[in-house]
């Protein structure tokens, strides 16, 4: 390693989940070898740790490339399948041997000088580093906006641990990475998983860019299961959301009940005409009753996901260890 005569401080693990990336990993090797080059003039060691989250293109043969070409600093890890962003992360954070591990995607989003930053903030005092969202360069007004309302309503969740316009930029010591590693949990968010442990958080704001080459692995449904694992995973409030159309639908109906026992008793027992309102009520209740079904089944499921305690990924090949998997 390059150390230019300093003390080594401490070693940074870099940690980049690929899936599908072959458009953008000759730039994040050039721009990953030009900031080694700065870690090292700093006095940090290093290590990059990419995992391929089972990619059908040649993203496994450039990490391979990479590897083999710089094997003291770079481990390549292919998982069997494409397991998901939250897991192939995970495994970089198992795999890590660094005193600190910043995880960055690998389309260059994430500006590499703000990890300078992450150090400083780490240096004094902080377990976690959060990289917030200043801004989002070419982000659409949709997921902006859908952005916002979720935060929203994780706050009238209760969860306002989960730090808002968080991706997953962030440094964090071993004591953060080791607490992390104990949550076994299937259903991963990892950004706020990482809030919840209570260590000590603290933040940098950046711009965040646009995608350097090829297009996001985030599409709308991936994005919509991880905003649910989001309030799942940390809430049970959800499940109450049953005593609370019963409260609403059950005032209703109470006044509908007085009104037609007035008209029963007052205005000649004429009550002919409630088709409309039969409607109404067998609609909203089946509404109701199906949302709640749903609701509950999202649990269920989940539950029968974590006690079948099945690994949460699975290795094919990793640089470092010839050994078969
Ligand atoms: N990614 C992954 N597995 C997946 C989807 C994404 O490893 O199933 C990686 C992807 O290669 C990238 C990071 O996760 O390095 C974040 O994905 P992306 O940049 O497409 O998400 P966005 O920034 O658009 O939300
Ligand atoms: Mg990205």
Redesign the pocket.
């Known amino acids: 390693m390059v150390s230019f005569g300093k003390k080594i401080k401490y070693k940074v693990s870099l940690l980049?989940?690929?899936?599908?990336?072959q458009e953008v990993l000759p730039m994040l090797r050039r721009e990953l070898s030009a900031f080694a080059v700065t870690l090292s003039e700093k006095g940090y060691d290093h290590e990059i740790i990419l995992?391929d989250?089972?990619s059908s293109d040649m993203t496994w043969v450039q990490i391979g490339e990479w590897a083999a070409d710089d094997s003291d600093h770079v481990i390549g890890i292919e998982l069997s399948r494409?397991?998901?962003?939250q897991m192939?992360?995970t495994c970089a954070y198992e795999i890590a041997a660094g005193d600190v591990c910043v995880s960055?995607?690998?389309?260059l989003?994430d500006p590499l000088e703000v990890i300078f930053e992450m150090l400083e903030k780490h240096e004094a005092g902080a377990d976690i580093v959060l990289g917030v969202r200043r801004s989002r360069e070419a982000e659409t007004f949709f997921k902006l906006t859908t952005a916002k309302l979720y935060y929203k309503a994780l706050h009238m969740l209760g969860l306002k641990f989960i730090e808002k316009d968080c991706?997953?930029f962030r440094l964090m010591n071993r004591r953060g990475v080791k607490a992390l590693l104990s949550m076994r949990e299937r259903n991963r968010m990892l950004r706020a998983m990482v809030c919840w442990t209570g260590f000590k958080v603290d933040k940098v704001y950046f711009d965040r860019r646009a995608?350097a080459a090829?297009?996001?692995?985030?599409p709308l449904r991936?994005?919509m299961l991880l905003a649910m694992d989001g309030v799942i995973s940390f809430s049970t409030l959800p499940l109450r959301f049953a005593y609370w159309f019963a409260s609403v639908i059950g005032l209703i109906i109470m006044g509908y009940l007085a009104y037609t026992l007035m008209k029963y008793l007052f205005f000649n027992g004429r009550l002919v005409d409630g088709w409309t309102s039969i409607i109404l009520a067998v609609c909203a209740f089946g509404f109701v009753n199906l949302f709640c079904i749903g609701l509950i089944g999202e649990y269920v499921g989940r539950i029968y996901d974590e006690v079948k305690k099945r690994p949460l990924y699975f290795v094919r090949t990793n640089t470092r260890d010839k050994n078969e998997y």
Not at 16 to 21: D, G, M, R, S
Not at 104 to 107: E, L, T, V, W
């Open positions: 980049i989940p690929c899936y599908n990336e995992v989250d089972g494409n397991f998901g962003h192939a992360l960055i995607d690998a389309d989003q991706g997953d995608r090829g297009e996001t692995k985030y991936k994005m």
